[in-house]
Antibody
Framework: QVQLVESGGGLVKPGGSLRLSCAASGFTFGEHYMSWIRQAPGKGLEWISYITSSGSITYYADSVKGRFTISRDNAEKVLYLQINDLRVEDTAVYYC??????????????WGQGTLVTVSS | SYDVTQPLSVSVALGQTARITCEGDNIRSKSVHWYQQKAGQAPVVVIYRDSNRPSGIPERFSGSNSENTASLTISGAQVGDEGDYYCQVWDSNAWVFGGGTKLTVL
């Protein structure tokens, strides 16, 4: 079945860096756009970044532009999110999600179970 | 940037109809998707492209989109429908989520 599994979260000090991974299985990874979304504790969903199937085009929310980098390895079926200069306000569960339709710019289905990033000194 | 606004909370009596709105400027021109998130779980799509229901989603879930308001309607709400609901649109090279609506079934 289609599955997304995030990893790489943890406790990090402000100013630190992390690389999150999202391992995909059960579908042709290289044919789907992918996204990262985060959810701070007790808050709503915040879209962070989006990448086309080839990886040639990327989009970022203004709140993370310049600090976050999305990338993908289609051969290994893995989506990445490099997070630099971490701030306390980056504390959140980070989800990866697949674009439901191969053409892109569609709804997200499915989502992974999320990985928690905690930024604290 | 484009903003969409949802009510913070909606309450509905068991078996009655709940309506959750998503307001945005000329939202009728966009495709609106709706997600349900239960406590401790990842979001799940319940309506896509305004009014389409994925397989496995009960028929009591329906959606509409008109002028400045998109709506998610749950007819005959069940206790299992409780959770947070989010609308989503694509605008100006960015995905936008509404702030979320907490649905309580009384």
């Amino acid at each position: 079945q289609v599955q997304l599994v995030e990893s790489g979260g943890g406790l990090v000090k402000p100013g630190g860096s992390l690389r999150l991974s999202c391992a995909a299985s059960g579908f042709t990874f290289g044919e789907h756009y992918m996204s990262w979304i985060r959810q701070a504790p007790g808050k709503g969903l915040e879209w962070i970044s989006y990448i086309t199937s080839s990886g040639s085009i990327t989009y970022y929310a203004d709140s993370v532009k310049g600090r976050f980098t999305i990338s993908r390895d289609n051969a290994e079926k893995v989506l990445y999110l490099q997070i630099n200069d971490l701030r306390v306000e980056d504390t959140a569960v980070y989800y990866c999600a697949r674009d439901a339709v191969r053409s892109g710019y569609n709804w997200f289905d499915p989502w992974g179970q999320g990985t928690l990033v905690t930024v604290s000194s | 940037s484009y903003d969409v606004t949802q009510p913070l909370s909606v309450s509905v009596a068991l078996g009655q109809t709940a309506r959750i709105t998503c307001e945005g400027d000329n939202i009728r021109s966009k495709s609106v998707h709706w997600y349900q998130q239960k406590a401790g779980q990842a979001p799940v799509v319940v309506i896509y492209r305004d009014s389409n229901r994925p397989s496995g989603i009960p028929e009591r879930f329906s959606g509409s989109n008109s002028e400045n308001t998109a709506s998610l309607t749950i007819s005959g709400a069940q206790v299992g429908d409780e959770g947070d609901y989010y609308c989503q649109v694509w605008d100006s090279n960015a995905w936008v989520f509404g702030g979320g609506t907490k649905l309580t079934v009384l």
